[in-house]
């Protein structure tokens, strides 16, 4: 039964949707082809996926477990399971996360909003060399006042939803568009790998070299998988937590990641392919899917309407991400410090946009913050690493040690599978999350730490 005046979804559907769409956004079709980049291909890829299923799948179901069963946000739903300990400091870290998070993700998002304009005015359709729309994109993020304005436009759409609380806002936002989606990557996907030389990007992505592989590869795959699933600060148990309760859960934990984990490789599909017919380089960084990206279209019947669609719908798959964010912060401060929910949304925002500010600025405009006050990365790449990477993989840790050895599986399983829909291959869920996810994310982190590759 969800408490009062908190609300709930309306339907298993209604939180597949909601849940796929905090999952499916800029991580999937913007961070992960730029990350396979860096990180050298198939390899990378590879490990990716191991990493989704042995760690990912099993860290949602524990994460929606302490959803449904706590009917809070993060830091209460510790407080409620392990009344008195320290474990809710864990959950005090994945509301910082969630805001550290939000802080980069609105200036991305703020991007992408440029080129939707771009699209509709006509812009980005008609750019065909990637040199040219190399030099587009350079000049929109090294500016100062286009990039401060776009997030804060993203910010106030993040917070205008938010504002409307969990059912009415959340989910029809999400219930036309995701399906269309697909529709479009799909066939974006096909133009694109069967442009000339398209088929090198294919097996670029799935022909795995492993000399390529070193611990920072390993960390990034990992971050990359928590990161696009939404995992390791709340964000699924916030979700889980609006759960109704006649509903198969587990079952629609699954359904969701497998969502999240093909449309990321539906955006690799579209891009590597693209991006060796047009020769630009696959570690070209965070700017990859925005230089690659508008030569599709003028490879495309009616590209310039394709441009519009793409975009419109990447920037509200962004959105759904954005609100989910927005929503463990302000969940703790209604939960938690009794806020009313529409002064939380508008304030946490307000400071999250602040906090954006040095990323926002950091692709050219000021030189401190390009260089992260000389650490050699630019404040946004710094923020993607330490939040969507350290962060989501300590908060995944504690949560797997927390479900595993504190609360009990016994339990965790009572409450996944509390509205008598088994959860099948039990035993297997309990082996990981017990000592197969917190003995790898361990030893990765300290690993880390004894070669000192940080970033
Ligand atoms: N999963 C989202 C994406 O891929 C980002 C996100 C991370 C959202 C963590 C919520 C929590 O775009």
């Known amino acids: 039964m969800a408490s009062a005046g908190r609300g709930e979804w309306s339907g298993k559907a209604g939180f597949i949707l909601a849940a796929a769409g ?96 771009g699209a509709i005015t006509g812009q980005v359709g008609g750019v065909t060399t990637a040199a040219e729309s190399e030099a587009a994109f350079v000049s929109l993020i090294g500016g100062s006042f286009m990039p401060l304005v776009l997030t804060a436009i993203f910010m106030a759409l993040t917070i205008f939803v938010v504002r409307g609380g969990v059912s009415e806002g959340i989910e029809r936002a999400t219930k036309i568009l995701m399906p269309t989606l697909l529709v479009v990557l799909l066939i974006m996907a096909i133009r694109s790998m069967t442009l000339e030389g398209g088929m090198a990007g294919v097996s670029y992505l799935f022909s795995p070299d492993f000399s390529k592989l070193n611990v920072g590869v390993i960390l990034a795959a990992l971050g990359q998988a928590l990161f696009s699933l939404s995992l390791g600060m709340g964000a699924m148990i916030t979700y889980g937590s609006y759960f109704p309760d006649r509903e198969n859960l587990p079952q629609a934990g699954i359904i969701v990641a497998i969502f999240d984990t093909g449309i990321a490789f539906l955006a690799g599909l579209i891009i590597f392919p693209a991006l060796f017919s047009v020769g630009v380089e696959p570690n070209a960084g965070p700017g990859l899917v925005f230089i690659v990206l508008p030569s599709i279209f003028s490879q495309l019947p009616a590209g310039g309407l394709f441009a519009i669609a793409f975009y419109a719908l990447l920037s509200i798959a ?38 954006a500010i040095p990323s926002a600025l950091s692709q050219g405009a000021v030189d401190i913050f390009s260089t992260s006050f000389g650490l050699g990365i630019s404040f946004l790449d710094l923020q993607s690493i330490v939040w969507g990477n350290y962060s989501l993989s300590i908060g995944a840790l504690g949560l797997c040690i927390f479900v595993g050895w504190k609360w009990g599986i016994p339990a965790a399983l009572a409450s996944l599978e509390s509205s008598g829909h088994a959860l099948q291959g039990h035993a297997l869920w309990s082996f990981l999350v017990k000592y197969v996810c917190p003995v790898a994310v361990f030893a990765i982190l300290v690993y880390i730490m004894i070669t000192q590759q940080y970033f």
């Open 22 to 117: 905090s999952a499916i956004g800029l991580g999937n079709i913007w961070r992960f082809p730029y990350t396979a980049g860096e990180n050298g291909g198939g390899a990378f890829v590879l490990v990716y996926l191991a990493f989704v299923l042995l760690i990912g799948v099993p860290v949602v179901l524990s994460e929606l477990s302490i959803g449904r069963f706590s009917k809070l946000n993060p830091v209460g739903a510790f407080k409620k399971l392990a009344p008195g300990t320290n474990w809710k400091w864990l959950g005090g870290l994945g509301v910082l996360t969630g805001f550290g998070i939000l802080a980069f993700y609105s200036v991305v998002a703020g991007w992408t909003l440029s080129y939707l304009w």
């Open 318 to 355: 962004a959105l759904t991400s954005t609100i989910s964010l927005l929503e463990v912060v302000v969940a703790y401060f209604v939960d938690e410090k009794q806020w009313n929910r529409k002064k939380a949304a508008l304030w946490i925002g307000v400071a999250c946009f602040v906090l």
